[in-house]
């Protein structure tokens, strides 16, 4: 009995000795590394790291279990006012909080708090009780801004040669026939306003992958489908502009520049709104016009009284 005693204390110690020597040869880097491989120091270093990070995954999941949140610095978030710049920060001080101001007076707050060095343009926007996905709730039309919308605008018209002629005498910047798609072709598109007789659309059809996405391509809806393109024309460089709702339900439209002036601005404005109104459609149960909001291009925004609602 003894002996069967010393001898599995021997065992035992063995045992002990050979698993301290396996856990000295895991944890203690070997002498010399290979230039590659997996007896590189490069290997070693990753593997060690690897270790590591299973180890402390391992206590956090042991922690989330135990009903203990992560230890951890709690992420500091600053107000999105302080991360904007110093000059918007002032503007932004000129705006009482929680006002919505009548359009006159929103015009004349938005023209003051206008940040930016350049002409900034004026800006509308509307947020609609529309569902866009719905054919006769879709709203897109165009308007003729009384005093214009303050850009140069770039008109083309792809037409038979004899209606290009006269387009050209009415202000088209480009006005062709076949060369105009030659340069379709080659994906130049130096205009902002394309308008096309009925018969010629389907000529523009290969093109509609590259017209569609810029808001290019011809419309009737959008006037820009027409027999009389001198009056197009004349329009469009007047300062015609068109404004859809997007898919979030939202109409976005430029009134001006702030350079226009208050009055002008008004003007656009309520030609803008009256336009809106209008297009309500007849499918509408409770609210159309939900908020609007004037702004310049870089300026903090504000919100103006509902004017129909």
């Given amino acids: 009995m003894a002996e069967d005693e010393a001898k599995k204390l021997d065992d035992v110690e063995a045992a002990e000795v050979a698993e301290t020597e396996t856990k000295d040869t895991e944890t203690t880097e070997p002498e010399t590394f290979a230039k590659s491989g997996k007896k590189s120091k490069k290997h070693y270093e990753e593997v060690k790291a690897e270790e590591e990070r299973q180890a402390r995954k391992a206590e956090?999941?042991?922690?989330?279990?135990?009903?203990?949140?992560?230890?951890?610095?709690?992420?500091v978030t600053r107000p999105r006012i302080e991360r904007r710049?110093?000059?918007?920060?002032?503007?932004?001080?000129l705006i009482e909080k929680g006002k919505i101001y009548n359009l006159k007076d929103a015009l004349e707050l938005a023209i003051k708090t206008s940040p930016v060095k350049f002409d900034a343009s004026v800006e509308a926007h509307a947020r609609l009780g529309v569902d866009p996905r719905q054919a006769d709730q879709n709203i897109r039309t165009t308007i003729v801004l009384p005093n214009g919308n303050g850009k140069t605008v770039r008109v083309a018209v792809f037409?038979?040669?004899?209606?290009?002629?006269?387009a050209k005498a009415a202000g088209a910047d480009i006005a062709e026939d076949e060369e105009f798609l030659k340069q379709l072709e080659k994906g130049v598109i130096d205009f902002d306003v394309l308008i096309s007789t009925p018969q010629y659309m389907p000529k523009l059809g290969k093109y509609a992958r590259l017209l569609g996405p810029k808001g290019?391509?011809?419309?009737?809806?959008?006037?820009t489908v027409t027999m009389d393109v001198e009056k197009a024309v004349k329009e469009s460089k007047a300062g015609k502009v068109e404004y859809r709702v997007d898919k979030q339900s939202i109409v976005h439209i430029g009134l001006g520049k702030v350079s226009f002036g208050a009055d002008k601005l008004l003007e656009n404005a309520n030609t803008f709104f009256d336009s809106l109104k209008s297009q309500k459609?007849?499918?509408?149960?409770?609210?159309?016009?939900?908020?609007?909001?004037?702004?310049?291009t870089m300026g903090p925004s504000i919100e103006i009284e509902n004017l129909y609602n």
């Fill in 216 to 223: 290019l391509m011809p419309n009737p809806k959008a006037g």
């Fill in 60 to 75: 956090r999941a042991a922690a989330e279990a135990a009903g203990e949140k992560p230890k951890g610095a709690k992420p």
């Fill in 85 to 93: 710049g110093k000059k918007y920060q002032e503007a932004y001080k």
């Fill in 159 to 166: 037409a038979p040669l004899d209606v290009c002629k006269a």
């Fill in 281 to 296: 459609p007849a499918s509408i149960k409770g609210t159309y016009v939900k908020s609007v909001f004037i702004t310049t």
